[in-house]
């Protein structure tokens, strides 16, 4: 059962276009939402991230919007740069209620800025 | 640096051979995890430790890999009779909260 569904698979966006990743997910007991970066051979580094109780958060240019009755959220990044190619994941999180925060991520999104 | 870091980063070995994976969180977490990911994929949970002890596994955690976490420091993961299906990118994570999670650069198994 696949808990966080991402969408597209791949996208490419001109430079300093806006490119839009979208996640849905099933389980009502997530309460956070990261988005994680990942270029080839590295680990997933931290981009922005949201609860809930906020439908919009930015940094930088970086936006999350998140729709909680529909259980989706989207990244947002503007202006984007051919230094923004790489894979971009979805995740989410909850207390497992075994001790653990455990990310559930999705599928992953493969971004390529071309000038 | 005093970010997470993972030893060694590129593992070759032969069906049926062990390895040993080891990974050194950032030094004032008391959280890690370890995560597998296979190509394409988003990385899956294997494993959580709180200090030293191991709170939860994943179903994806077979009779054939172990992990530990003595004095709550370093984390070894140790696959035991490797397989094809073993060769992935297993990624460490550490935090010293609930969540934000900060990754390793992950060590990449191939087993032929």
């Known amino acids: 059962q696949q808990q966080v569904k991402q969408s597209p698979q791949s996208l490419i966006v001109q430079k300093g276009g806006i490119s839009i990743i979208n996640c849905a997910y099933e389980?009502?007991?997530?309460?956070?939402f990261p988005w994680y970066q990942q270029f080839p051979g590295k680990g997933p580094a931290l981009l922005i991230a949201?609860?809930?109780?906020?439908s919009e958060k930015k940094e930088g240019r970086f936006t999350i919007s998140f729709n909680k009755s529909a259980k989706q959220f989207s990244l947002h990044i503007m202006d984007s740069q051919p230094g923004d190619s790489a894979t971009y994941f979805c995740a989410a999180t909850h207390y497992s209620g075994a001790g653990s925060y455990q990310l559930t991520f999705g599928k992953g999104t493969k971004l390529s800025v071309i000038p | 640096d005093t970010g997470v870091s993972q030893d060694p980063r590129h593992k070759i070995t032969k069906r049926g051979q062990n390895v040993t994976f080891r990974c050194d969180p950032i030094?004032?977490?008391?959280?890690l995890y370890w995560y597998r990911q296979t190509l394409g994929q988003g990385p899956e949970f294997l494993t959580y430790?709180?200090?030293?002890?191991?709170?939860?596994k994943s179903r994806l955690l077979s009779d054939r890999f172990s992990a530990e976490r003595p004095k709550g420091s370093f984390s070894t993961l140790e696959i035991q009779r490797t397989e094809q299906g073993d060769s992935a990118m297993y990624l460490c994570a550490s935090t010293s909260r609930e969540n934000e999670q900060f990754f390793g650069p992950g060590t990449r198994l191939t087993v032929l």
């Open positions: 389980n009502t007991a997530f309460d956070y």
């Open positions: 949201i609860r809930p109780d906020v």
């Open positions: 030094s004032e977490h008391n959280r």
């Open positions: 430790f709180q200090n030293e002890a191991q709170l939860e």
